[in-house]
């Protein structure tokens, strides 16, 4: 199944206490709790083009699945990452001791994040 489409989050579960976990202050969590959050994905066999809008923020990330690439992470900051394509509906991408998950069924994209004991979850619809 094909990632390509245009996603509006829909609901989002464990948002503060993941972001405080990986180092956001608390200003920045209560600016972005509430923002209207866009993801726009163009996949083309295993390369990936993933535009993120959330409030005037716009991060884009291009990536082929299986290859190391620079990815945008929500502190802001970018890192170094290999993101997994898994039975043709999932991303899987491993830095640290974070784990993202991003599965495609029919038109919900979910996202879920863990770190250590906290997962935050987050649901969007195709537009």
């Not at 245009?6 to 972005?32: T, V």
């Not at 866009?38 to 066999?45: F, L, R, T, W």
């Not at 809008?53 to 082929?64: K, Y």
């Not at 690439?69 to 970018?78: N, Y």
């Amino acid at each position: 199944m094909s990632f390509s489409g245009k996603y509006e989050l829909q609901s989002q579960e464990n948002f503060e206490p993941f972001m405080k976990a990986i180092g956001l202050s608390d200003e920045l969590i209560e600016k972005r709790k509430d923002l209207k959050t866009i993801s726009e994905i163009v996949q083309n066999g295993k390369k990936f083009k993933i535009t993120v809008t959330t409030g005037s923020r716009v991060s884009v990330t291009e990536f082929t699945a299986g290859e190391e690439a620079e990815l945008d992470v929500p502190t802001g900051d970018k890192i170094k990452a290999v993101v997994q394509l898994e039975g043709g509906n999932k991303l899987v991408t491993k830095v640290n001791d974070i784990t993202s998950v991003v599965e495609i069924n029919g038109d919900i994209l979910t996202n879920t994040l863990t770190k250590g004991s906290i997962t935050y979850k987050r649901i969007s619809k195709r537009i």
